[in-house]
């Protein structure tokens, strides 16, 4: 029941992607990780049966018990939600990507945890271009700095930047958001080169998802339109 649910629901967003895509003239794919939590690991066996392999939690808690249910090698696993310090050496363990690295304490840490396991983990600077106070991140002005900082870091590996946009259905206020991600992604490339290990922008969620595509979106963090509502918590 799940498998054909989820199966039906990634074909819909694969094309509403492919026609962001065309609608900004870009040819490259863009990874789809399916935002489970708050689903039971029925939901994360079946993506998984139906080929989304790239997962995230937004919770370390619920991350490890997913990964205990299923598998550390069984999904491409992304931490997505803010990460405590203290949480850090589980988050590693778990995790293939970090996407909510938002200070430079827990970059040092996370650094240290994976030097320690002896196995670097990729993360992308969360960073605040909403302009909303709420939200966690980098500002834009400190983000270049850290990027200098944290690329230091040998166990540490930077691929991009990640950004939440309000909760809006203003477009004008989602697309400002995402573009200025972009355009301080290729701020960084361009004042410190060689500090990215990559060109990753994890923006969009299910209401917003298109329009972060349509700004260059490599990575869109979907839960809603995929697996449907959650329990609330
Ligand atoms: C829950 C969550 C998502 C997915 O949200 P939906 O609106 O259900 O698609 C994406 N990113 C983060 C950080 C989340 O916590």
Do not use: Y
Not at 190 to 217: H, T, Y
């Amino acid at each position: 029941m799940w498998e054909a649910q989820i199966r039906h629901a990634l074909a819909e967003v694969g094309e509403r992607i492919d026609r962001a895509l065309v609608r900004a003239g870009r040819a490259e794919g863009v990874q789809v990780i399916g935002i489970t939590k708050g689903h039971p690991t029925e939901v994360v066996q079946a993506a998984l049966q139906v080929g989304l392999r790239a997962l995230g939690e937004n919770r370390v808690q619920e991350l490890e018990q997913k990964v205990a249910e299923v598998g550390r090698d069984a999904a491409e696993w992304h931490m997505v939600g803010h990460l405590q310090r203290n949480k850090a050496r589980s988050a590693t363990a778990t995790s293939d990507w970090i996407h909510s690295l938002d200070s430079l304490r827990l970059g040092r840490t996370l650094d240290r945890e994976a030097s320690r396991a002896g196995q670097p983990i990729r993360a992308l600077l969360q960073v605040n271009t909403s302009g909303e106070a709420s939200k966690g991140g980098f500002e834009p002005e400190t983000a270049v700095q850290a990027l200098a900082e944290l690329s230091e870091l040998g166990s540490l590996e930077i691929h991009g930047l990640m950004t939440m946009a309000p909760w809006t259905d203003d477009e004008a206020v989602l697309r400002t958001t995402f573009r200025r991600t972009r355009e301080l992604l290729e701020r960084c490339e361009q004042e410190l080169p060689g500090a990215l290990r990559g060109r990753e922008l994890s923006m969009g969620m299910s209401n917003d998802f298109e329009i972060a595509v349509e700004e260059g979106a490599t990575m869109v963090r979907l839960g809603t339109v995929l697996f449907g509502e959650r329990e609330q918590r």
